[in-house]
């Protein structure tokens, strides 16, 4: 039988898709294929649990819109669907005077993003909010949040099969194949027909891209975030979230405290290339992973150029004193024995052929289909927003 809409990924973008299509048009015949055996196992199902504000991205950039609207979307769904989540705001900290340019940068984004309610922190202020921090000024930004994703994903899933979708796990896609006004999708068990295809692959959507169109500009670079929890006594060193001031010049964050919907306190992460795109240990490789990344020139002209922060994160990585030490910029009383291991999560980060890490979300159309390429965070907050814009761009096709 052929399906209206073909989705493949069943991460919180690839759901969120589904719930949106069936949402906008109630009689499409969408099916949605995850490799895995479960929805939300990769990306997703390793996320912290952060609720962005949209504090950080470039005014009128694709994440700061569909941030924002995400993130209201997010809310008003977690409120009907009664999901847990919390609004305890969250505080960037300047830990050296050198910081402070950088930290005024982020609150001017803030406010033209449309932020409400941001406080930029004095010393004596930032200790109000966090007494255990260490720090030279700060800001306070009120809409910051913590909630559980596999929930969330768990509930788009359950309304989007309520809706007449289907879900069908342990379904790979092997190949595309292109037939003018749609397209075969090959899985290992069988091909099926599709007016539009829908490609939320997640750390393989280059690759999925390539199954279309041969000379997708960006490939994905997989970056292994790890983390450790605080012991339960050491919990009440960090009473929400407490970020530092992000390096313009780098896509990651840095390492952080977060408190999580579920009571836990987690310290991390760092950023590590991955050998391995599914790689969520330090002994995970896999040649054909680590062939595409460091073959691709774009990856390349990165490493020349962030090799000093990459060996930086690949020595915290194996040095737990050391990775102390980048959390104690933030609360100098943490200690090596105060934190457990605790995970990581693999980072889809799509790096261009020129040598850029995409800053941005970014999305391609080829003929029958819709290609997800770059969705980092904050894509889980943004998920709805997402989902709506690839829905949009489905329907359009469809027309």
Not at 15 to 42: C, D, I, S, W
Not at 298 to 317: D, H, N, P, Q
Not at 371 to 399: D, M
């Amino acid at each position: 039988m052929k399906q209206d809409i073909i989705i493949a990924g069943g991460g919180i973008v690839g759901l969120a898709t589904a719930y949106r299509l069936l949402e906008q048009n109630p009689n499409l015949k969408v099916t949605l294929l995850e490799k895995e055996g479960k929805v939300a196992a990769h990306q997703t199902g390793h996320n912290s649990g952060v609720i962005h504000s949209g504090i950080y991205y470039k005014p009128g950039s694709l994440k700061a819109q569909n941030c924002i609207q995400g993130y209201h979307d997010l809310l008003a769904f977690a409120d009907k669907h009664e999901v847990p989540y919390e609004l305890c705001g969250k505080i960037i900290v300047a830990t050296r005077a050198e910081e402070v340019p950088a930290m005024e940068n982020v609150l001017t984004r803030g406010i033209a993003n449309g932020l409400e309610g941001l406080k930029r922190l004095d010393k004596g202020e930032l200790k109000e909010y966090e007494p255990h921090v260490n720090g030279v000024a700060g800001i306070f930004v009120p809409q910051t949040g913590i909630i559980d994703y596999k929930v969330v994903s768990a509930r788009y899933a359950e309304l989007f099969q309520q809706m007449g979708g289907e879900i069908r796990l342990n379904t790979k896609v092997v190949d595309l194949i292109d037939k003018g006004n749609h397209t075969e999708v090959v899985t290992e068990n069988e091909t099926l027909d599709t007016r539009l295809f829908i490609n939320c692959g997640g750390l393989h959507s280059d690759r999925i891209a390539r199954m279309q169109e041969e000379n997708v500009d960006v490939r994905i670079i997989p970056f292994r975030g790890e983390y450790f929890m605080l012991k339960d006594e050491k919990k009440s060193l960090v009473k929400n979230l407490i970020y530092p001031v992000p390096d313009p010049n780098f896509p990651f964050l840095g390492v952080h405290f977060t408190r999580m919907i579920g009571g836990e306190v987690e310290a991390g992460p760092n950023a590590v290339f991955a050998f391995k795109r599914e790689g969520y240990h330090r002994s995970d490789f896999d040649w054909n992973d680590f062939k595409e990344s460091i073959s691709w020139k774009g990856f390349r002209m990165v490493a020349a150029k962030y090799w000093k922060t990459g060996m930086g994160e690949f020595y915290r990585s194996y040095s737990k004193a050391a990775f102390t030490k980048a959390l104690q910029h933030l609360i100098p009383e943490v200690q090596e024995d105060d934190l457990i291991p605790a995970g990581a999560g693999v980072r889809a980060q799509a790096c261009s052929r020129n040598g850029g890490l995409v800053d941005d979300f970014m999305f391609a159309e080829f003929k029958s289909q819709v290609h997800v390429l770059n969705a980092p965070s904050p894509a889980a907050t943004s998920s709805l927003a997402i989902g709506k814009t690839v829905a949009e761009k489905a329907l359009e096709h469809l027309k």
